[in-house]
C-alpha cells in the first residue's frame, strides 16, 4: 500500500525511537508549531495552479477558511495525470497581521458557508474536494454566536454528509472539535504523524475536568488524541508520516507525502458512483462509536 | 473585615430545602408553587429544566410511549480517569441513581393521534452530553422514523459532546446530523425544540438543524460558553445573549413556544404537513 511506502522513506530507525518516547502533550505542541506549513504552503507545493474565491453572498468573507479551484498534478505518477479539485482549508495566518485577519484560523459561521457554497458548485461539476483541517477551534465570539455558529456548522456536518462528490480530508495541524469536524465529514480520513484532532482542547478538558488548566498534559494522554490513537479507534483511515523532526522541518518533503496520500485516496474514490459513495461516507460515521 | 461577610462553608439547608430560586431572575418560590406551576417561574416566566419522562408525559398521548433501544448505553473505550477518578464509576453512580441509561430517552409514541419518533435528553445525566451512547440511539430513531414514515421530534438538553469518550463523542455531531439529514431527505418532518440548555456540540449538530427549530422563553441556546467569549472578546456580554428571544431576533429559531402550548404546536405544524 502507498502509504507504507511513505512510511517506509519518511522514518528511519533512530525517529522511530524518538516517536515512541513523545508525549500526546509532545505532539501537540508540535501540531502547534508556528513553522508547520500552512494552507498556502500545501496549495503552493501541491497545486500547480490555484484560483482563491471569496465570500459566502451573505455577509462576509471569512479569512480563517481558504477555498478556491486548483489542479494536482500527478508528476511521475503517470497514471492519474492532473486532478482539478475544490480546496478547503482552515487559514492561521503566518504573519502576526494574518493571524489577526484569520482570527488564527478559528473560523466564523461565514466560513463555513463559504465553504458549503462552493461544494455546492464543485458537485455541480463533479469535482472532488480536498480539506485541510488546522484550526483551535470555531470561532467563539459574540458576532460569530450572532451570525449562527451553532447552526453554520450543524448544516455543514449535513450537508457534507449528503454530498455527492468525493470528499479528502486531511488534518494537517490542530484539529479543534466542531470547528474541525465541519469540513472533515468525508469519505477518507488522513491524518499527518503529527497533528491532533480532538473533541476539546487539552487546556479545555484540563480546566473542566481537572480544575486545572495547567493538568492539560494528562488530558492530552486521557483524550488520546494523536494521529495513532484516531486510527485505532476507526476515526482516521491513513496516517501520513512526515519528515524527521515533524513537518516544521522540511515543507516541501511533508506537503510531498501529503500530496501522495491525497492523490492514492483521490483515485480509489474516482469511479465510485456518487449515490454509493454518499451511503458508504454516510456507513462510514454511522459506524463510528456503535459499541452496541 | 466587615461583620456581614459571607463565611465559608457556611450552608443554609432550610432555605435550600423549601425554595426555588428562579436562575433567570432570581425571584425566590416556594419549591411547591415551582413544581404546580411546570418548573416555570411565575415571575419572569423563565421555563425550567424538565427530566425526560416528565416531558415525555407532557408531550405524548397517554400511554402511548414505548421505549426503545434501552440497551444502548455508554462506552469507556478510553478508560477515562480525571482528577476526580474514573469514569465509569461516575456514570455507573448517574445509571443507578437516575434509572436511566443514556442522556436521551427514545420511543415510539403518538402525538394528537399521529404517529411519531420520540426522543427527549435529560440534562440531569452527565449534563445532557452527547456520548456515544445518545449518538447511537438517536442513528437508530432516524432509521426507524424513516422505515415507519414517522415525523422525528427532538427535544434537546444538554452541554455539548461527552469529551470522557474523547473523538467518538465528537464523531456523533456528524452521526447524528447525517442521521436527520436523511429523514428530512426521506420527506419526513424534523422538529427540534430546543430546550433549557443547549449548547456546544448538540447545538452545533442535530438540535439545530429541525425543518423547525423551536424553543421554550428563556432558554439558553449558544455554541460557546459566555465565559470563554467574553474571554475571547475582552468584553461583557449583555444579559440576553444566547437566550431564546436572542435566537429568534437573530432568525435561527422559527417560534418561542410557550410549555403549555407545545404538544399542540408540534401536532398543529404536523397536520400543515399532511400527517
Known amino acids: ?292 | 473585615m466587615a461583620w456581614f461577610e459571607k463565611k465559608e462553608g457556611v450552608k443554609i439547608p432550610p432555605t435550600k430545602a423549601l425554595w426555588q430560586v428562579c436562575p433567570r431572575c432570581k425571584t425566590y418560590i416556594s419549591k411547591d408553587e415551582w413544581k404546580a406551576n411546570n418548573s416555570i417561574c411565575p415571575s419572569c416566566n423563565y421555563h425550567g429544566r424538565l427530566g425526560a419522562r416528565a416531558r415525555i408525559a407532557q408531550l405524548a398521548d397517554k400511554d402511548s410511549f414505548a421505549e426503545v433501544f434501552r440497551a444502548v448505553s455508554y462506552s469507556d473505550h478510553l478508560s477515562f480517569h480525571d482528577a476526580s477518578g474514573a469514569y465509569k464509576e461516575k456514570i455507573d453512580a448517574v445509571i443507578a441513581k437516575s434509572g436511566e441509561k443514556e442522556s436521551v430517552v427514545m420511543g415510539t409514541a403518538s402525538m394528537g393521534g399521529i404517529p411519531v419518533m420520540l426522543g427527549v435528553m435529560d440534562f440531569s445525566f452527565m449534563g445532557g452530553s452527547l456520548g456515544t451512547g445518545t449518538g447511537e440511539r438517536i442513528a437508530r430513531a432516524c432509521e426507524q422514523a424513516i422505515a415507519e414514515r414517522r415525523p422525528l421530534i427532538i427535544c434537546s438538553a444538554s452541554g455539548g459532546a461527552r469529551m470522557h469518550e474523547g473523538i467518538l463523542s465528537l464523531m456523533q455531531m456528524a452521526k447524528t446530523s447525517a442521521a436527520v439529514g436523511r429523514v428530512k431527505e426521506a420527506g419526513l418532518p424534523y422538529i427540534s425544540v430546543l430546550t433549557d440548555p443547549t449548547t456546544g456540540g448538540v447545538s452545533a449538530s442535530f438540535a439545530m438543524l429541525g425543518d423547525i427549530n423551536i424553543t421554550e422563553p428563556k432558554a439558553l441556546i449558544g455554541f460557546a460558553g459566555r465565559r470563554v467569549i467574553e474571554n475571547t472578546i475582552h468584553q461583557k456580554l449583555p444579559p440576553d445573549f444566547q437566550t431564546a428571544e436572542y435566537l429568534l431576533a437573530h432568525g435561527f429559531i422559527d417560534k418561542i413556544v410557550e410549555r403549555s402550548e407545545l404538544k399542540a404546536f408540534i401536532v398543529k405544524m404536523l397536520h400543515y404537513f399532511g400527517f
Open chain 1, 1 to 292: 500500500m502507498a502509504t507504507k511506502k511513505i512510511s517506509k522513506n519518511a522514518t528511519g530507525p533512530a525517529k522511530k525511537k524518538q516517536a515512541a518516547a513523545k508525549s500526546a502533550m509532545d505532539v501537540v505542541k508540535l501540531a502547534r508549531d508556528a513553522k508547520r506549513p500552512h494552507i498556502y504552503d500545501f496549495i503552493r507545493l501541491i497545486c500547480s495552479d490555484f484560483e482563491e474565491l471569496h465570500g459566502d453572498r451573505l455577509v462576509n468573507d471569512d479569512k480563517g477558511l481558504v477555498c478556491g479551484f486548483g489542479t494536482i498534478s500527478a508528476g511521475s505518477a503517470k497514471k492519474q495525470g492532473d486532478v482539478k479539485v475544490l480546496i478547503i482549508g482552515h487559514h492561521k495566518g503566518a504573519t502576526v497581521e494574518e493571524n489577526v485577519e484569520a482570527n488564527f484560523g478559528m473560523a466564523q459561521p461565514d466560513g463555513y458557508r463559504k465553504a458549503m457554497r462552493l461544494a455546492k458548485l464543485a458537485e455541480k461539476f463533479h469535482i472532488p474536494i480536498v480539506t485541510f483541517v488546522d484550526t483551535p477551534g470555531a470561532y467563539p465570539g459574540d458576532t460569530a454566536e450572532a451570525r449562527g455558529q451553532a447552526e453554520a456548522i450543524a448544516k455543514s456536518l449535513e450537508f457534507f454528509s449528503l454530498l455527492k462528490t468525493p470528499i479528502v480530508v486531511v488534518v494537517t495541524g490542530e484539529g479543534g472539535s466542531g470547528g474541525a469536524l465541519a469540513i472533515a465529514v468525508g469519505d477518507r480520513i488522513l491524518m499527518m504523524e503529527n497533528a491532533v484532532y480532538s473533541v476539546i482542547s487539552p487546556e479545555g478538558c484540563a480546566g473542566i475536568l481537572w480544575r486545572d488548566g495547567a493538568q492539560a498534559p494528562a488530558a492530552a494522554e486521557a483524550l488520546k488524541i494523536t494521529a495513532a490513537d484516531l486510527k485505532r479507534l476507526g476515526a482516521v483511515d491513513v496516517i501520513v508520516s512526515e519528515p524527521a523532526g515533524g513537518a516544521q522541518k522540511d515543507h516541501a518533503k511533508a506537503a510531498a507525502y501529503v500530496k501522495k496520500a491525497v492523490l492514492d485516496a483521490l483515485n480509489e474514490l474516482a469511479d465510485i458512483p456518487a449515490d454509493d459513495l454518499v451511503a458508504a461516507r454516510y456507513a462510514k460515521f454511522r459506524a463510528m462509536g456503535n459499541f452496541y
